[in-house]
């Protein structure tokens, strides 16, 4: 079966720091992978997807940035944190392909609070 | 433009029956899909939609009306873990980027 790590849980940085969130897909090959943020009450918002190795696509200009290093390792960096960077940070996947449903799956999330 | 449409917030007693609906307006429409949320924890897939009509899963069924650009979550028999927020999202069409909704609240009360 597929799982999907992220670490860490949680995390409070400093304004100015840098962040490197990691995501981990297991059992399965190909995953599109996807980072996402969600603020207090918010719902999601879409920061980066990918359908492959080193292909990236952002999809708000920010000072965030995206690597897939591997197949099924997804990376979110900063090398400058702001106050509005905090929030509840989601990695997911799904199949890739246009196959009929590609639901997403999500990790556990990494809550991220800027100080 | 882009835009989703939920209530923010709602009430349901346990054992009844409750609709969440949801408008869109979205570049493109390839699949409506339902998540829940439950406080402090990651989305889960409830349902999909890619044609007009009514899918159903148990206690959970969902709605879509694509001319309408119109869909509806319907939870029956309510039990307090159903509690949540409830998303809907849209995927577009000519790729994997799926726009979600803020998501609509949940309370169900004894």
């Known amino acids: 079966s597929q799982t999907i790590h992220q670490w860490p849980a949680t995390l409070v940085q400093p304004v100015g720091s840098p962040l490197s969130l990691e995501c981990t897909v297991e059992?399965?090959?190909?995953?599109?992978l996807y980072w996402y943020r969600q603020a207090a009450g918010r719902g999601l918002q879409l920061l980066f997807y990918?359908?492959?190795?080193?292909?990236i696509s952002s999809e708000v200009p920010q000072n965030l940035s995206a690597s897939r290093p591997q197949d099924r390792q997804f990376i979110l960096s900063s090398k400058k944190l702001l106050l509005s960077d905090s929030g509840f940070y989601l990695c997911a996947w799904s199949e890739s392909g246009l196959a009929v449903h590609n639901e997403q799956f999500f990790g556990p999330g990494t809550r991220l609070t800027v100080l | 433009g882009q835009n989703i449409d939920q209530p923010t917030e709602m009430t349901a007693t346990e054992g009844a029956i409750v609709q969440i609906n949801c408008t869109y307006q979205?570049?493109?429409?390839?699949?409506l899909f339902w998540y829940q949320q439950h406080a402090g924890e990651a989305p889960t897939f409830l349902s999909y939609n890619v044609l007009d009509g009514l899918e159903e899963k148990g206690r959970f069924s969902s709605f879509l009306s694509r001319s309408k650009g119109y869909s509806y979550l319907l939870l029956k028999e309510l039990q307090m873990k159903d509690s949540a927020s409830y998303l809907c999202a849209v995927r577009r069409t000519g790729g994997f980027k799926t726009i979600f909704g803020a998501g609509t609240r949940l309370f169900v009360k004894a």
């Open positions: 990918s359908v492959g190795i080193g292909q």
């Open positions: 059992g399965t090959s190909n995953p599109n």
């Open positions: 979205t570049s493109g429409f390839n699949g």
